[in-house]
Nanobody
Framework: QVQLVESGGGLVQPGGSLRLSCAAS????????MGWFRQAPGKEREFVAG????????RYADSVNGRCTISRDNAENTVYLQMNRLKAEDTAVYYC????????????????????????WGQGIQVTVSS
């Protein structure tokens, strides 16, 4: 059974940076498209970023485009989310997710932004942006 474990969250000042990591167990990590989502208090879970099996294709929500970078290291079974120029509105619980049956082109389409397309989720990690 594949498990996802996020790390790297915490408290950061506005304008600061954080790098979230999501470590996956299992030997077939390179077969999964991966995504990051977030959920702020009182709001629905929303897509942040997605990355294809190979890492060649990525997709970002408009709200983070230009400030965040998703990447993956298939040798280390880990996906990352580098977040820069953080804002108070980035405060949320961040979740990584895996689509266990996808093609490399998955993140090129809108399906990559839909949480129900993902089969496996981490437990979530808090990111708080505040002075």
């Amino acid at each position: 059974q594949v498990q996802l474990v996020e790390s790297g969250g915490g408290l950061v000042q506005p304008g600061g940076s954080l790098r979230l990591s999501c470590a996956a167990s299992g030997r077939t990590f390179s077969n999964y498209a991966m995504g990051w989502f977030r959920q702020a208090p009182g709001k629905e879970r929303e897509f942040v970023a997605g990355i294809s099996l190979s890492g060649w294709n990525t997709r970002y929500a408009d709200s983070v485009n230009g400030r965040c970078t998703i990447s993956r290291d298939n040798a280390e079974n880990t996906v990352y989310l580098q977040m820069n120029r953080l804002k108070a509105e980035d405060t949320a619980v961040y979740y990584c997710a895996a689509d266990l049956e996808s093609k490399d082109s998955f993140v090129l389409g809108l399906d990559a932004e839909r949480s129900y397309e993902y089969d496996l989720w981490g437990q979530g990690i808090q990111v708080t942006v505040s002075s």
